[in-house]
């Protein structure tokens, strides 16, 4: 069959349209995918320092407290002595309640009569206080007195007396105040002696003395004095039930206790950190027992950027 010249052209436009088809269908085929879209990074969220607990400053109605460590006191003369837990006291590795503030007690030897020391102190607000102290007192029928007096210009020296026999002590573990407890264990821990004051806005001079008495005679092992303007003594019915005067030492001495970590620098990261503690736990509370409950874990939280440190007190 002849090809005539339009046939001919005709076949060379339907190749060059086919040709082009398929390498249009060929690019297609080996052009790379798109690229995998990456996902848009999570900006870091700002980290602030806990700031350190504020000093606690006193306040129209709010209670006051003043805590006078024995360790503190200045003996005058031989009789006293701060002592470490342990290096002569009676009381150590008992059942749960012989702790004492700062490890260290004010020391004196059954004999040492008329000792005395003294530590100079301010009372930022006037009014009515108790003088709540804390001593060890180990056997029945026993005395362990000491007298305290509270001088301040103006005005006639306030004397009290702790240690007697006799006295009305509050003890721990929810037992009634009394001056004496049959433990099943024996004297587990320190009582506390409770005195009410009229004080005024000021510094004060507390004056501690050896006195002696017709009974049998202890050694006087002095943990600490409390002034409170707390006279109802509501800190019995708040905190932990198992020993609450802990707890009105606690406030008494805030910041004393507490932790501190440092983020270098350098680190380059930021940190968050979660602590537990149980402020009493007895291995006796279970089904059945009379024991208080043990108290839930107390929380403490606190977060550090770069370059701070964190600093957070606890009781």
């Excluded at 607000?125 to 007195?145: I, N, S, V, W």
Aim: aromatic share 6%; net charge neutral.
């Amino acid at each position: 069959m002849r090809l005539t010249r339009r046939g001919f052209l005709r076949q060379v436009a339907l190749g060059a349209a086919m040709a082009a088809a398929v390498g249009a269908l060929t690019a297609c085929d080996l052009a790379p995918p798109p690229p995998t879209p990456r996902p848009l990074p999570t900006a870091r969220p700002r980290v602030e320092p806990t700031p350190p607990p504020p000093t606690p400053t006193p306040e129209t109605g709010a209670i006051a407290r003043i805590v006078l460590e024995g360790e503190d006191f200045a003996p005058v003369g031989p009789g006293w002595q701060a002592i470490a837990a342990g290096r002569g006291n009676y009381m150590v590795d008992t059942i749960g309640a012989s702790h004492i503030s700062g490890g260290t007690v004010l020391h004196a030897p059954a004999d040492a009569i008329g000792a005395r020391a003294v530590l100079d102190t301010v009372v930022q607000r006037a009014g009515q206080y108790h003088l709540l102290t804390r001593y060890e007192y180990p056997f029945r029928e026993y005395h362990a007195r000491v007298g305290i007096t509270i001088e301040q210009a103006d005005r006639p020296p306030a004397h009290l007396e702790i240690g007697a026999p006799g006295a009305t002590r509050s003890w721990f573990f929810g037992v009634n105040d009394a001056p004496w407890h049959e433990f099943p264990t024996g004297v587990e821990g320190l009582v506390i002696e409770s005195s009410p004051l009229d004080l005024v806005a000021g510094p004060a001079r507390v004056t501690l003395e050896v006195l002696d008495g017709p009974e049998p005679a202890a050694d006087r092992n002095l943990d600490l004095l409390l002034l409170t303007t707390d006279v109802e003594e509501t800190y019995r019915s708040r905190g932990t039930r198992a020993y609450p005067i802990l707890d009105e030492v606690g406030l008494a001495a805030a910041g004393r206790v507490f932790m501190r970590i440092t983020n270098p620098a350098d680190s380059g990261e930021s940190m968050n950190l979660e602590a537990r503690y149980t402020i009493w736990s007895p291995a006796s509370a279970r089904p059945g027992s009379t024991s208080p409950a043990a108290t839930p874990p107390t929380r403490l939280t606190f977060s550090s950027t770069r370059s701070t440190t964190a600093r957070i007190g606890a009781r």
